[in-house]
């Protein structure tokens, strides 16, 4: 079968699925993406687009979205117009990310192929990000802001056949009219391969030692260190876990910009806001801030941890809370719904209100102090994914099974 993959950050989502496709062999398979560094992926053609125009600060507020949307549409559809043209090649079906508007256009190109969309997120006033927190309260602009967001997705059900959201919680938070369109499935995890590892070692660079697993580590790991995804609670209750626990270490893995939600105020951002907050109060010497990390590092990281915390506000579930279930981690994280939809409080991990840094802090001490007492979540966490979310058993028949129901009989492929 000929596959033509879109997201403007290869592979994005789709890592799993492309690279199980190219490996059975048999299908031609095309990736479109503006990331100028993305990784060589064997038995992939890789073809970078540029988006056609983008919004500049005199763009009017409620336009600029769609404004950037539609130059990658169009961007994104004269490259796919030039890999017919130019290299003879047309797809049997179109899988990519909606959020940008890469497909936008995709079906002037090709009325007559298939295209599955990925719906990542709407944005309404209540249930997400938005008014989520107190200290940042909606203006009177805010609804008229968010609405014109959705503009892109809203397009975008007409231009697929079938759109796929990875979870209930991001399912929902679209319109109802939406949901008979959309399949939910989780883009998978190699839960094979994200496995606990109680003999593994971690040299950190200002040690003299080692770390193993007899080590009290605590873990943070978020793509950014931003509110969106709890950084400044986290901080707050440092100060109270390694006060209780003087032997405890911190690891911390994110870099210092933001993916989502609003900027810090602070000139060297949140991370610099943060220590000014806390920093009197805190040990420096027992944390370490490792920046973005290698992946092999980032497993390393979690398998070595005794208690691993995961914040988030209402919002797309990280990858990282799955891959970190799969690795068998203890997990304190915030009492949301889309954690509320992989985790259940005491049997496969343990939630918290989002705000109290308190409690948060005293959830951790407690897993610290008494490790035996919460070791039965690991190996349940571990299950839960395995069971739920396993890429080859539960989620890669689910994809196939959908892109077989678009495409004629004889390009089907069969179901693992």
């Given at each position: 079968?000929?596959?033509?993959?879109?997201?403007?950050?290869?592979?994005?989502?789709?890592?799993?699925?492309?690279?199980?496709?190219?490996?059975?062999?048999?299908?031609?398979?095309?990736?479109?993406?503006?990331?100028?560094?993305?990784?060589?992926?064997?038995?992939?053609?890789?073809?970078?687009?540029?988006?056609?125009?983008?919004?500049?600060?005199?763009?009017?507020?409620?336009?600029?979205?769609?404004?950037?949307?539609?130059?990658?549409?169009?961007?994104?559809?004269?490259?796919?117009?030039?890999?017919?043209?130019?290299?003879?090649?047309?797809?049997?079906?179109?899988?990519?990310?909606?959020?940008?508007?890469?497909?936008?256009?995709?079906?002037?190109?090709?009325?007559?192929?298939?295209?599955?969309?990925?719906?990542?997120?709407y944005y309404n006033l209540g249930g997400g990000l938005v008014?989520?927190?107190?200290?940042?309260?909606?203006?009177?602009?805010?609804?008229?802001?968010?609405?014109?967001?959705?503009?892109?997705?809203?397009?975008?059900?007409?231009?697929?056949?079938?759109?796929?959201?990875?979870?209930?919680?991001?399912?929902?938070?679209?319109?109802?009219?939406?949901?008979?369109?959309?399949?939910?499935?989780?883009?998978?995890?190699?839960?094979?391969?994200?496995?606990?590892?109680?003999?593994?070692?971690?040299?950190?660079?200002?040690?003299?030692?080692?770390?193993?697993?007899?080590?009290?580590?605590?873990?943070?790991?978020?793509?950014?260190?931003?509110?969106?995804?709890?950084?400044?609670?986290?901080?707050?209750?440092?100060?109270?876990?390694?006060?209780?626990?003087?032997?405890?270490?911190?690891?911390?893995?994110?870099?210092?910009?933001?993916?989502?939600?609003?900027?810090?105020?602070?000139?060297?951002?949140?991370?610099?806001?943060?220590?000014?907050?806390?920093?009197?109060?805190?040990?420096?010497?027992?944390?370490?801030?490792?920046?973005?990390?290698?992946?092999?590092?980032?497993?390393?990281?979690?398998?070595?941890?005794?208690?691993?915390?995961?914040?988030?506000?209402?919002?797309?579930?990280?990858?990282?809370?799955?891959?970190?279930?799969?690795?068998?981690?203890?997990?304190?994280?915030?009492?949301?719904?889309?954690?509320?939809?992989?985790?259940?409080?005491?049997?496969?991990?343990?939630?918290?209100?989002?705000?109290?840094?308190?409690?948060?802090?005293?959830?951790?001490?407690?897993?610290?102090?008494?490790?035996?007492?919460?070791?039965?979540?690991?190996?349940?966490?571990?299950?839960?994914?395995?069971?739920?979310?396993?890429?080859?058993?539960?989620?890669?028949?689910?994809?196939?099974?959908?892109?077989?129901?678009?495409?004629?009989?004889?390009?089907?492929?069969?179901?693992?």
């Amino acid at each position: 079968m000929n596959f033509l993959f879109v997201h403007q950050n290869m592979p994005g989502q789709y890592r799993e699925l492309v690279q199980w496709l190219a490996a059975r062999g048999g299908h031609k398979i095309y990736f479109l993406t503006q990331r100028k560094n993305a990784p060589s992926l064997n038995g992939i053609e890789t073809r970078l687009y540029k988006t056609h125009r983008s919004a500049t600060k005199e763009s009017y507020g409620l336009s600029r979205v769609w404004e950037e949307a539609t130059g990658n549409g169009f961007g994104a559809a004269l490259a796919a117009k030039e890999l017919e043209t130019k290299e003879g090649f047309k797809p049997d079906i179109v899988i990519g990310h909606v959020g940008w508007g890469e497909l936008t256009f995709i079906k002037q190109i090709w009325p007559d192929v298939p295209v599955i969309g990925l719906f990542e997120f709407y944005y309404n006033l209540g249930g997400g990000l938005v008014g989520f927190d107190p200290d940042e309260p909606i203006s009177d602009h805010t609804p008229f802001l968010m609405q014109a967001r959705n503009a892109v997705p809203l397009a975008n059900i007409e231009t697929v056949d079938m759109g796929h959201c990875p979870t209930l919680w991001q399912r929902d938070q679209f319109p109802s009219s939406f949901h008979d369109r959309m399949y939910v499935c989780h883009d998978g995890i190699r839960t094979d391969k994200l496995r606990p590892n109680p003999k593994v070692t971690l040299g950190l660079g200002r040690l003299g030692r080692e770390l193993t697993r007899d080590d009290e580590v605590i873990t943070y790991v978020a793509r950014n260190l931003e509110k969106a995804r709890g950084f400044h609670v986290f901080m707050r209750a440092l100060p109270g876990i390694l006060k209780e626990r003087p032997n405890a270490r911190v690891l911390i893995v994110g870099g210092n910009d933001t993916s989502y939600g609003g900027k810090s105020k602070h000139r060297a951002g949140m991370r610099a806001e943060m220590e000014a907050e806390v920093g009197a109060d805190i040990d420096w010497d027992r944390v370490h801030f490792l920046g973005q990390v290698p992946y092999p590092d980032y497993q390393k990281i979690i398998q070595i941890s005794r208690c691993h915390i995961y914040l988030t506000m209402p919002f797309v579930l990280s990858w990282s809370l799955l891959e970190s279930m799969s690795m068998g981690a203890v997990i304190v994280a915030s009492d949301v719904a889309p954690v509320r939809e992989a985790i259940t409080d005491g049997e496969t991990g343990l939630l918290v209100d989002f705000f109290d840094h308190n409690a948060i802090a005293s959830r951790v001490v407690d897993v610290l102090a008494r490790p035996e007492e919460f070791a039965h979540l690991r190996q349940a966490a571990r299950d839960h994914v395995i069971k739920k979310y396993d890429f080859l058993t539960r989620c890669l028949p689910q994809h196939i099974a959908q892109i077989n129901a678009l495409v004629p009989r004889g390009k089907q492929i069969e179901i693992p």
